[in-house]
């Protein structure tokens, strides 16, 4: 076992706890939605000063166009890709539904429907949320593929993000009806499969260099910006937007950087 591959892994039991307690906590005390936005946006300017600042460099810096358009596109698609899959998964639930909300007329009816939608765990959220945390943890891989200093900053920001992911999965969970040891199982579970993305990339990506290193890195520049415009900004801004609010993307950005200058 290599020293990268145990550097990775022990990492990565960071954003995992981060996780785990986030999890717990929105189990007992869901944060407010303004609070819960908050912590978003602070998470996507982590993540996105860690793109700028320390992935984005060492990209350019190879001058390997190719390598770049190719790992680039490939962390587009997968993104797209998995989205297209999860929305498709969630359709046809939502229709049936909508169906059995309009067909039902009176209160008994409308009853039974929503019991039995708090009786069963929400399958495709679940498996979006499975994808989501397992290519984090690929990311972390790829972070100290790169070097030590750009994991341990990926490791700073995806922990932000995964603590949101937890509050923001487990508060999901108990507005469904799932009960409290039950959410906090389901959450926990998903908390550990960061460690398969990050066992893959450190085993398989630890020895890249040259331009398949940098076709890697291309491809985790492109899933992080997804991850920071299109989930964490995207399910922060479902919230009204108020000054403070919008500040704590800068500020997670700012601490970020000065940590970058310091270390």
């Known amino acids: 076992m290599s020293e990268l591959f145990i550097k990775v892994l022990l990492f990565t039991i960071f954003p995992v706890a981060a996780a785990i307690l986030g999890g717990i906590i929105a ?60 929305e498709k998964a969630e359709r046809p639930e939502n229709e049936i ?20 939608s708090k009786a069963a765990l929400p399958a495709s959220l679940i498996a979006t949320i499975g994808v989501d945390v397992t290519i984090d943890g690929l990311l972390i891989g790829i972070g100290f593929a790169a070097g030590a ?6 490791i700073i920001a995806l922990s932000l993000e995964l603590l949101s992911l937890g509050l923001a999965t487990s508060a999901t969970l108990s507005r469904l009806g799932i009960s409290r040891g039950r959410s906090i199982a389901v959450t926990t579970g998903l908390a550990l499969l960061p460690f398969i993305g990050a066992s893959f990339g450190a085993s398989v990506l630890g020895g890249l260099s040259g ?13 992080l910006l997804y991850l920071v415009t299109e989930e964490l900004l995207v399910e922060a801004h479902e919230v009204p937007e108020t000054p ?5 993307f800068f500020i997670g950005f700012l601490i970020l950087l000065i940590i970058t200058m310091v270390v």
Do not use: C, N, Y
């Not at 602070?42 to 390598?67: C, K, Q, W």
């Not at 169906?99 to 009176?106: F, K, P, V």
């Not at 403070?244 to 704590?248: E, L, N, P, R, V």
């Open 149 to 154: 200093k750009e994991g341990i900053l990926l």
């Open 97 to 116: 539904g909508e169906a059995e909300t309009d067909e039902a007329g009176d209160e008994e009816e409308k009853s039974r429907t929503l019991q039995k």
């Open 27 to 86: 189990a007992f005390r869901p944060p407010g939605p303004r609070l819960g936005s908050a912590i978003q946006h602070f998470a996507a300017g982590m993540v996105f000063a860690a793109v700028a600042v320390e992935l984005l460099p060492d990209v350019v810096s190879e001058h390997a166009p190719v390598a770049t358009i190719i790992g680039f596109s490939a962390g587009i698609a997968l993104m797209l890709s998995i989205k297209a899959l999860t």
């Open 211 to 223: 331009r398949l290193l940098e076709a890697v890195l291309a491809f985790g520049v492109a899933a």
């Open 244 to 248: 403070w609010i919008t500040a704590t």
